[in-house]
């Protein structure tokens, strides 16, 4: 199985809303990713995590708080969003962070903020 | 730097013709080097890798992919386009064994009846 799943899959909120975004593998992969995607443009990363602890974040505004409960889940918490922060999200992961490991993203969280 | 290069933004090709994205990369090291798909709405697949070794590497749904260290390219390729293969490909590498992948800026393939 290499299914890497998402929710919700579309969130509208108000710039003055908290909300989550979710991600869930169970293909016991130790670095798992969020990404932030514009239409028609490669992902961004935004923030790796391996192991469970916080490796990579890409100087994200502090809006976005990602939050690694166990190896299985990973969520990024929004709070105050600006609406160029619209965009879908992507989380992937993969066996391990450092290697030639290829990443397996979930479908995104298409979120508009108003 | 280290970059990844797809020099055509769109690639239109008749269904049973052969296809081929291009895809460059800078030299840094030796990257590992993916091809990944994204149907509208969706997110990214996987396609194939290059780690080292045999220059043609196969991957999921009859894609191929050419390895040229001279010409630091690792082009997409296959023998026979269909209508459904058309999408969005990204080439994308990671240097020095770092979990960072760097992203072409993509190419959409559109295959036409």
């Known amino acids: 199985d290499t299914e890497v799943t998402q929710t919700p899959k579309h969130l509208v909120m108000g710039m003055t809303n908290k909300k989550s975004l979710k991600c869930e593998q169970h293909?016991?992969?130790?670095?798992m990713y969020w990404y932030k995607q514009k239409a028609k443009k490669p992902p961004e990363l935004m923030f790796v995590y391996s192991y469970e602890k916080l490796s990579i974040n890409e100087s994200v505004p502090s809006r976005f708080s990602p939050e690694c409960p166990n190896s299985s889940l990973l969520n990024l918490h929004l709070h105050a969003l600006q609406p160029e922060d619209s965009a879908l999200y992507l989380c992937?992961?993969?066996?391990?962070?450092?290697?030639?490991?290829?990443?397996?993203f979930g479908p995104g969280t298409r979120l508009t903020v108003t | 730097a280290q970059s990844v290069a797809q020099p055509e933004d769109q690639v239109n090709v008749a269904e049973g013709n052969p296809l081929t994205v291009k895809c460059t990369y800078s030299v840094s090291g030796n990257p590992y080097l993916f091809w990944y798909v994204q149907y509208p709405n969706r997110g990214l697949q996987f396609l194939l890798k290059?780690?080292?070794?045999?220059?043609l590497v196969k991957g999921s749904y009859g894609f191929e992919a050419e390895f040229n260290k001279s010409q630091t390219s690792f082009h997409l390729k296959k023998p026979s386009a269909l209508v459904s293969d058309s999408a969005l490909y990204f080439c994308a590498a990671i240097y020095n064994q770092g979990g960072k992948l760097i992203f072409g800026q993509g190419t959409e393939l559109s295959v036409k009846p």
């Open positions: 992937a992961s993969s066996q391990e962070e450092r290697g030639p490991y290829e990443q397996y």
């Open positions: 293909m016991g992969h130790r670095a």
């Open positions: 290059y780690i080292t070794g045999d220059n």
